[in-house]
Structure formats: structure tokens, C-alpha cells
């Protein structure tokens, strides 16, 4: 017993040295250390991301692919501009599709700090078929109710809920808290805070209409 | 058990004294550095990847530990079975001397003496462990009473207290790990373990225990004096990394090229704090530019050796140039201009007598990063050069402090190495740089391109003359023309601002007659060649992406 305490003692000498000869990389080592090359796809190095802010949130999230070499991935989305990120999910190609047909795909990729509220394929699904066809065949209303879904800044789930004026030029109204959020009282976010080069998205379960 | 302790603290203290080399000397050549980093090499990427994903920014504390933990199991192995026989004292320690010198000979700027520490200190536990074993030695008639007879003797209030030591040094050793604890008080929180393992001793009343116990503390106390060392050593010298970049002071440059011309838009010359990184560094590398070298090998005449020094004394060249990154999407922010200045490449590689055949340059970086340049882009008179400076100052350390490499008209993957220690002379059939082994194209030529920067995308400008402006780029070609087209009708001539030479971006601007409704507005480029860029749309992946940037706008 007291052996296994000397040599738990032992292990711990040897154990926090071993520790220590590594551990001052982040801030004195003079070029030592070898960083890890983790990233197969090119990506700045900012890591604005915290722990925190990378947290996404609801059971729609489960729906997205783990795998971080996967293009649709969080880690993947986090790494590229929105339009991009949304092309790699399989979940968003209708609304990728629209945001093509619109010509929004720079104009989302180039502006600077947006949230986005990107409907899912099930959304758009809602829509009648004869009506969607109509809607992405005109190239005006469908901007308007495309840019209805994109608000300047990037909202933290924290402010989410309120009043936002979103860039078709109405007003989006969220209402709830914590991990419960509605968006014009009708759609819900279903998979929350998820993190592109230049947007925060939040996935949501119905198309959003502009009121005028 | 005996003999695992014993294990245990000599490889404590032939690992120490083996930091303690390599910390005063090469600091690359610390025998757990170089395994943690020959384990992350040898880890496939999908591994790799996962770790990442569950461990966050832990991984590689966790990668440290687990090399730690390794190293326990074999000293305490090693110690254990040695006390039987003793060739396993000998096996052991050469078991842990060649792979920590297999791992540090196996880093890419590795030199033969970055094998020493870890034989030395290999060797140092060895010796340690056999002295230990032999002071141990008298008592392996009845090993088993001993541990009995101590076990009746301590009493429980004793073994909660060592219990607690143990506890109060694990989290000291967390708190260096987190480097916000001074080196001092690691130490005496292990100097305070030490002692505990003395007094422990005393009551006991085993000589032959005694006598094992104080030498085990004694070869402790000397592992904690030797890693203090190497802790107090590696800080000094980090923050001199630091203090030499504030101190340096860059000679002027022999020939200045052609400046920035007057009539220049603001945000020419991007600032070293808004210009773009993209690298794979976890940590920015900081290196003392005092033991910074860079050698020249592989397919040459004469393998060079400069020192900073070196290269400072050398003429250097000032000239302004833009970069960017083969992974900026249309559009995209990963662009900039600077004035850089360096040494040219040609007359070094002239002087290294390049062989024929050898096509492509390796630049090494000092954390692994390998780019592949064609050797005709530092020979065919274009400004290819070993950067020193960027901006007027020393290059700061997140652009590849104290020396980066810089290819006008290349992509930054493919000629712009950062933290540069190497360049290898080979051959493209040879050797795959990084990311050519990921699937990028091995050669990164610029491919011809512009943005709209004004308006904003979804902008709301008031009807009437709105001002369109951007920028356009084409390194060693130049630019001809920009034009901007509205709604997709006639492309309409931008006019261009100047530019010091072809091989930084212009700046462009178009009065734009805007009348009320939503619009998009597009731009299109075309070289001194007389070529467009390219329209159809292609992703950065993997020689870098085409398509016209296109904006949407509602003109209130």
C-alpha cells in the first residue's frame, strides 16, 4: 500500500515534468514545438470561435454531419462565407438553389458580419410546388423573401429574441429563449448558433415571408 | 514496487537533465517535444481530425499526457523487471534513448546533435536506475514482508497527507501546463514532494529501505533542480524571441523599386494588422532570430548555412506586392498589399550552384510546413525573395517572423513559405509539398481577378452617380482593363488608379447612374495580356477559384 503511494508520488514527480517541458508553448517557446497540421482544407487561422460561441444548439443539429472532413460539417461550415457553407449541406439545397437563381451567392459570401435564417429543404417542401416554381422564376420576389431572411450583425442566441430589420428592409420578430426559438411566431429555429466565416446561421423549419 | 519507483525517478531525472540540454542548446532536440511531434506526423489525418473534434484545444495537452503517461509505464516496467534481471535496465534505456533521438532526428530542420539529449539522458537514467536498484538490492530477500511491515506502520493520517501532496503536485504541474504559474513555484511544490518522500522515510526504520528512499529523493531533488533549469531557460529564451524582434533594427534597402505612386486610393497598401493569415500554425512559432538559421541543400553544389546576420548583410531589396491565398472565394478578403522588404533568392541559389533537373524549392517552416515553388519562379527576374521586413518593420510573428519567403504572381501556398529554416532543392516528381499532398495543384500561378468593395453587398445608395469601387489583380501580368456591367446589360470601362508595376493589384472606380430598385452589379478584369479572367464559376479548390464578383444592391 505505502509502495503504491511512494510510487504514485514517483509517477507524479515524473509525470508533471514530462508535463512542463511541454507546456509553455503558447507563450515562451522559442519555435520549438511542431504544431500540428490537423486541416486538410485551407483555412485562415482567425479563432474568433470560443468554446461558447461555437455552441449550436436544437435537434436539428443532429441532422448535420459530424464528420469534419464532411463539407457540411460544422467545422467545415465555420471555415468558408455562408453561400459556400450552405452549398456543402445537403440539408440546405433548395434554399441554396434560390439563393443561386437570385445571383446572392457573392452578395451573402462578401458582406461582413450577417445572420442568417436559412429554411431547410422540409421548409421550402411546405411550400405548394406550383407556387415554389413560380417564386424562383421570379427573380424579384424571391429576393425580396430571400434577403427577408438576412439581418446585419451577427445575433448571438443571447439576442436573438426581439425585433430585426432585416435587409429585404421589414422587420423579423423572434420570440423565446434558451434553446426555444420562434421566428414570425410560425417557423421554428431547429438547429441554433451555427458558425460560417462571415455568418451566424440559424436553421429554421419554415420559409419566411416578408409582410409587404 | 520498489523497483517501478525506482524506475520511475531515474527516468525522471534523465528526462530532466535531457530538457535541460536541450533547452541551453537546441530546443527542438527536447527528447517530448520531438515525440509529441512524430506522433502527430505519424497520426492519420482522419485521427487527427477526430481528436480535434473531441478534444478542442485540448489536444495537445492531451497528446503530451499520453506521451507522459507512456513514458511512466516503461520506466516503472523497465524499473520493476530490473530488479530480476538487469539487462532490462540497459534495455529500457535504450528502448526510451532511441526513440526519443529516432523522433528528434526525424523533425524536418533536424541536425545529428538533436540526438544527443535524448541518448544522454537515457543513458543518465540508466546509470540512475542501476545505482537505485543496487541501493534497493539488500532488501530483495523479502520484498513482500517490507511492504507488509510498511504498510502496518503508516498510520492513515500520514497516507491522507501523501495522498493530499500527491494531489497538491498534480496541480501544480496543471497549472505550469497552463504556463500562468512562475517556474519557482513548480519547483518548490516539487522540492516540497521530494521531502515528503524523505520524511517519510524516517520512520520506517529499514535501513535498507532508508538508504533506497534517500537516494530516490536525492536523484528526485535532482530531477526537480534539472527541470527547473530547463523551465527557467526556455523562458528566458522566449522572451527574448520576443525582445530581439522590438530590438532588431533592419538595414536599409539598396534598392527601393519603384514606390507607391501619388493617386492611389486609401487602403493601397494593406496594414500588417488587417493583412490576412492563413496558415495551419495551432501556436504562432516564435523564434529567436540570434540561433536562426536557414540552410540551403539538396540538389545544389554547395549546401549553405545563413544566419540572420547573414542574410541582413546581404543587399536587400524593398518592393511593393500583393498576396493572396489560393482559398479566397470570389470576392473574398484574402488579399493584400505590402511593402516588403528582403533579399533576393536568385543570387543565393547561384551561389548554392543549382543542379540541373532540380525544378522545384521546398521551403521548410520552422513548424513543419512544407511549400513547393518551381525554381524558374526565383530565377526569371521576378522579385522572389527571403522577406525580412513588411510595412517599414521586422516581419511581425503570425507573417513567418524572422524570415518568410515571398513569389510575386505565385499563390501564397505555393511560394509564400512562413517561419522559413529550409529550402530543399528537388524535383516535383520527387516530392509533394503540403498541400499538394492534399490535393491542391502543385503549381499555384494567380489567376486574374476583382471585387467590388463599394458598394456593400445589400447596400441601399440613394438614386443618382454612385460611386462602384474595387480592386484587380493579375501579379506579373498586370491589369488592362476593369469593366462593371449592371444587371447583366453592357460592360461599362472603370477607370484605374496607378500602380507602382504589375505585380500589385489595382484599384478601380465607376460612376454608376443608379436609378431606383434592386440591381446587381458585376465586374470582369482583363490582364495585360489582353485575356478576361475567367467567368465560369469554380471553386478555390484546388487552384484557386474563378467567376465574376456580383453583387446585389436596392437603390433606395
Redesign the interface.
Known amino acids: 500500500?505505502?509502495?503504491?503511494?511512494?510510487?504514485?508520488?514517483?509517477?507524479?514527480?515524473?509525470?508533471?515534468?514530462?508535463?512542463?517541458?511541454?507546456?509553455?508553448?503558447?507563450?515562451?517557446?522559442?519555435?520549438?514545438?511542431?504544431?500540428?497540421?490537423?486541416?486538410?482544407?485551407?483555412?485562415?487561422?482567425?479563432a474568433p470561435s470560443s468554446?461558447d460561441s461555437m455552441a449550436t444548439f436544437g435537434a436539428g443539429c443532429a441532422a448535420v454531419p459530424?464528420?469534419?472532413?464532411d463539407k457540411g460539417s460544422f467545422?467545415a461550415m465555420a471555415q468558408?462565407?455562408v453561400a459556400?457553407a450552405a452549398s456543402g449541406n445537403p440539408l440546405l439545397s433548395t434554399l441554396v438553389t434560390a439563393v443561386k437563381q437570385?445571383?446572392?451567392?457573392?452578395?451573402?459570401?462578401?458582406?461582413?458580419d450577417i445572420t442568417v435564417f436559412a429554411p431547410t429543404n422540409d421548409a421550402f417542401a411546405k411550400i405548394p410546388a406550383a407556387d415554389l416554381k413560380k417564386v424562383l422564376a421570379d427573380k424579384?420576389t424571391l429576393?425580396s423573401i430571400l434577403?427577408y431572411h438576412?439581418v446585419?450583425g451577427k445575433l448571438t442566441p443571447a439576442e436573438l429574441a426581439g425585433s430585426h430589420k432585416t435587409?429585404q428592409?421589414g422587420e423579423v420578430t423572434v420570440s423565446g429563449s434558451g434553446e426555444d426559438f420562434k421566428v414570425d411566431g410560425a417557423a421554428s429555429v431547429i438547429c441554433g448558433n451555427v458558425q460560417t466565416a462571415n455568418a451566424t446561421v440559424y436553421i429554421i423549419d419554415s420559409v419566411l415571408m416578408p409582410k409587404s | 514496487m520498489r523497483g517501478s519507483l525506482a524506475g520511475l525517478v531515474a527516468a525522471g531525472f534523465g528526462v530532466a537533465v535531457a530538457e535541460l540540454l536541450a533547452a541551453a542548446t537546441r530546443p527542438e532536440a527536447s527528447p517530448l517535444v520531438a515525440v509529441g511531434a512524430a506522433v502527430i506526423d505519424a497520426t492519420p489525418t482522419p485521427i487527427k481530425e477526430f481528436a480535434v473534434r473531441e478534444l478542442g484545444t485540448h489536444d495537445k495537452p492531451v497528446l503530451l499526457a499520453s506521451v507522459g503517461l507512456v513514458l511512466i509505464l516503461l520506466a516503472a516496467g523497465t524499473g520493476a523487471l530490473g530488479r530480476r534481471h538487469r539487462w532490462a535496465v540497459a534495455a529500457g534505456a535504450s528502448v526510451l534513448g532511441a526513440a526519443g533521438a529516432s523522433a528528434a532526428l526525424s523533425r524536418p530542420a533536424a541536425i545529428p546533435f538533436d540526438a544527443v539529449p535524448s541518448l544522454l539522458g537515457a543513458t543518465i537514467a540508466g546509470v540512475t536506475l542501476w545505482w537505485l536498484l543496487h541501493r534497493a538490492a539488500p532488501a530483495t530477500a523479502a520484498p513482500s514482508t517490507v511492504s507488509a511491515d510498511a504498510q502496518s506502520v503508516a498510520t492513515p493520517g500520514m497516507g491522507s497527507a501523501d495522498v493530499q501532496s500527491a494531489a497538491t503536485l498534480g496541480m501544480a504541474s496543471a497549472d505550469v501546463q497552463s504556463a500562468a504559474t512562475p517556474g519557482e513555484v513548480d519547483s518548490d511544490a516539487r522540492s516540497g514532494a521530494a521531502a515528503a518522500v524523505s520524511e517519510e522515510a524516517r520512520p520506517v526504520g529499514d535501513f535498507d529501505r532508508r538508504r533506497f528512499l534517500q537516494a530516490a529523493a536525492l536523484v528526485a531533488g535532482g530531477a526537480v533542480v534539472a527541470e527547473g533549469g530547463a523551465v527557467g531557460i526556455r523562458r528566458i529564451r522566449g522572451g527574448s524571441a520576443a525582445r530581439s524582434r522590438a530590438d532588431i533594427r533592419l538595414p536599409a534597402a539598396a534598392d527601393v523599386g519603384r514606390p507607391v505612386p501619388p493617386g492611389t486610393g486609401p487602403g493601397f497598401v494593406t496594414g500588417n494588422g488587417d493583412f490576412y493569415r492563413v496558415d495551419t500554425a495551432l501556436t504562432v512559432p516564435r523564434i529567436d532570430p540570434d540561433s536562426w538559421s536557414l540552410r540551403i541543400h539538396g540538389m545544389v553544389g554547395n549546401e549553405m548555412r545563413l544566419s540572420f546576420e547573414d542574410l541582413l548583410r546581404r543587399p536587400l531589396v524593398e518592393r511593393v506586392i500583393t498576396l493572396n491565398c489560393v482559398s479566397n472565394e470570389v470576392g473574398g478578403p484574402y488579399i493584400g498589399t505590402a511593402k516588403w522588404l528582403g533579399v533576393p533568392l536568385a543570387p543565393l541559389l547561384a551561389e548554392a550552384g543549382i543542379k540541373a533537373g532540380a525544378d522545384q524549392i521546398v521551403a521548410r517552416s520552422a513548424e513543419g510546413m512544407t511549400i513547393g515553388t518551381p525554381t524558374a519562379t526565383a530565377l526569371d527576374g521576378r522579385d522572389t525573395m527571403l522577406v525580412v521586413g513588411m510595412n517599414g518593420e521586422p516581419l511581425p510573428l503570425e507573417h513567418g517572423f524572422p524570415v518568410r519567403m515571398l513569389t510575386p504572381g505565385l499563390y501564397g501556398y505555393a511560394g509564400a513559405c512562413k517561419w522559413l529554416t529550409e529550402l530543399e532543392l528537388t524535383t516535383f516528381a520527387k516530392f509533394d509539398a503540403y498541400w499538394v499532398e492534399r490535393g491542391w495543384s502543385a503549381e499555384g500561378p494567380v489567376k486574374t481577378a476583382s471585387r467590388i468593395d463599394k458598394p456593400r453587398p445589400f447596400a441601399h445608395p440613394a438614386a443618382g452617380p454612385v460611386t462602384v469601387a474595387g480592386v484587380a489583380w493579375a501579379q506579373r501580368r498586370g491589369i488592362r482593363a476593369v469593366e462593371v456591367s449592371v444587371d447583366g446589360g453592357d460592360w461599362n470601362r472603370a477607370e484605374l488608379l496607378p500602380v507602382p508595376s504589375i505585380d500589385t493589384w489595382v484599384q478601380w472606380r465607376y460612376t454608376w447612374k443608379a436609378t431606383t430598385g434592386p440591381h446587381s452589379l458585376a465586374v470582369r478584369a482583363t490582364d495585360a495580356t489582353g485575356t478576361p479572367q475567367t467567368a465560369t464559376r469554380a471553386t478555390p479548390f484546388p487552384n484557386g477559384a474563378t467567376g465574376l464578383h456580383t453583387i446585389a444592391v436596392t437603390v433606395a
Do not use: E, H, W, Y
Open positions: 500500500m505505502r509502495a503504491t503511494k511512494l510510487t504514485a508520488l514517483a509517477a507524479a514527480v515524473a509525470f508533471s515534468i514530462s508535463l512542463t517541458a511541454c507546456g509553455s508553448d503558447d507563450s515562451t517557446d522559442s519555435g520549438s514545438t511542431a504544431a500540428a497540421p490537423t486541416t486538410t482544407t485551407m483555412a485562415p487561422t482567425m468554446a459530424t464528420d469534419p472532413s467545422q468558408v462565407p459556400t437570385a445571383g446572392l451567392v457573392d452578395s451573402l459570401n462578401s458582406a461582413s424579384k429576393t434577403t438576412v446585419q435587409l428592409g
